[in-house]
Structure formats: C-alpha cells, structure tokens
C-alpha cells in the first residue's frame, strides 16, 4: 500500500470515529430537549388548573361587588336626575322672574304717562312684587333642594370609592392567606376548614370492618355509625378496646349509616391491630 492510501486509510477512520461522535451528541441533546419539554408541558398545565380554579372564584367575587357598584350606580343616576330636574326648574323660574321684572319696569314707565292710572298701576306692581317674592322664596326653595341632592350624590360617590378600595383590599387579602395556607400544604376549602375545626358530635359505635387499602399502604376502618349521627369527611373518632386505647382514625368517606377510614395513630404498644367490634367514639 503506497503512502497516499495508508494516509487516506486513516482519514477514513478519522472521519468515521468524528461522525459516530457527533450523532452521540444529537441523540444526547435530541433526548435531553424531550425530557424537559414533558417537563415543562407538566407543570404549565398545572399553572394553567391553577390559574382557571382562582379566575373563577375572582369572577364570583367581582360579581358581587359589581351589584353592589350597580346598585350604588342606579341611585347615583337616580338622584343626578332629580338634581337635572331640580335645575330646569330654576332655570325656568329664573327667566318667569326677569319677565317679570321687564313688565314691572314697563309698567313702571307707562305710570308716568297717565297721573289716572299711576295708583292703579302701583297697587299692580306691589302685587307683582309679591309674587316675584314668592318666586324668590320658591327658587331658594329649590336651590336649598339641589345643594341637598349635590351632596347626596357626592356622599354616595364617596362611598362607592370606599366599596372599591375595601373591595381591592379583601381582594389582595384573599390571595396572600390562599397562597400562604397552599405553601404550608393547608386546605384553602372554606368547608373543609369548617370540618376540621369544628368538634364532631359526641357519637359511639363499633369496627364492623378493617382491610389494606388497595392502592396505599395505609389500613383502611369501617365503622356502624355515618353521616346521620353527625359525621362528616374530616372528623376523627378514637378507638377503644374495653378501657385500652388502640388508634385514631380520620374519616374519608361517610354515609347515612357507616363510614370509613384510616389509622392516622396507633397505640405506642406494637402488635395491637384495630379489629372487628372494637368500640369508636369521640367521647373523651
């Protein structure tokens, strides 16, 4: 073999072991790119359940408060058309009282032009007089009625901040507490905040079943009384055996006349499994 060839020999080989390393790394990177896009995929749905549950309780709260901004609109709109109306109306007895001023002052003139009719015409002006006094007292009557209706409009404008501002606190409240009892793995579910600290009523009955979970490890009880005697999901209930202590359970599924659930403590004794006609209460 000449030089030429055993130099192309090796470029060959060269050339083969840089391809064969170059598709190692397209695999490599191919592979590492699909992990975190499943990644990602995961935790953007979850983001997004997250984010749907929190929009629906934040359109329920914005419902509410968008009645109440409604009812406080309608009476705004309500008294702003009491005050247009109120305005209209001194505006016309405005204009009925410089009328009336141009005809006294007519009259006034014409009483120059004949000494016979002057007295005449002084008693038709006192009266004008008159009347415009009423007209007067009527208008102040009004403007009092519009300054009163101004100032209810204002009140409810102020309150109708107030609402928002309260509404936007609340708002801002609910969401630290909510993201706070999520970092501290707590239930943010009103109901089930009710059921686990509220007491359960003072209930007794007996094991009438006790196996392994299918799924967990976990042991699973059921016992003979339900949602009838007052349990709830989320109540724990104590078991006896004569006067010994055995376990406590929490309840995870309750019907009208039995219920089940698992051991969340047992006795410090070992060996002393909860069994079939042991006695449950929540009598301490």
Request: no cysteine.
């Amino acid at each position: 073999m000449t030089t030429v060839g055993k130099i192309l020999v090796v470029l060959h080989l060269v050339m083969s072991v840089m391809f064969m390393a170059f598709a190692v790394a397209v695999f490599t990177a191919q592979t590492n790119w699909r992990a975190a896009e499943k990644k990602a995929t995961a935790s953007l749905n979850e983001q997004k359940t997250k984010i749907a549950t929190m929009q629906s309780e934040f359109d329920k709260e914005r419902a509410d408060v968008a009645d109440k901004i409604a009812h406080l609109t309608d009476d705004n709109q309500k008294f702003s058309g009491q005050n247009t109306a109120l305005t209209a109306q001194v505006t016309a007895l405005d204009s009925d009282n410089k009328q009336l001023r141009k005809s006294v002052d007519q009259e006034r003139d014409q009483s120059f032009l004949a000494s016979s009719e002057a007295v005449e015409r002084k008693k038709e002006a006192d009266l004008q007089r008159g009347k415009n006094a009423e007209l007067f007292a009527s208008r102040e009557e009004l403007v009092k009625e519009r300054n009163e209706t101004e100032d209810k409009r204002f009140a409810l404008e102020v309150q109708l901040q107030q609402v928002s501002e309260k509404y936007d606190l609340l708002l801002n409240d609910y969401k630290i507490m909510k993201s706070y009892l999520a970092s501290k793995e707590l239930t943010t579910d009103p109901k089930q905040m009710i059921v686990e600290t509220a007491p359960p009523p003072p209930v007794e009955g007996i094991v009438t079943e006790v196996r392994k979970a299918e799924r967990s490890s976990r042991e699973l009880v059921q016992i003979s009384v339900g949602s009838d005697d007052g349990l709830v999901v989320g109540h724990s209930l104590t078991v006896f055996r004569g006067d010994k202590y055995v376990a406590v359970i929490r309840l995870t599924l309750v019907q009208a006349d039995r219920s089940v659930g698992y051991i969340v403590t047992n006795s410090r004794q070992k060996n002393v499994p909860v069994n079939v006609g042991d006695t449950v209460t929540t009598k301490l």
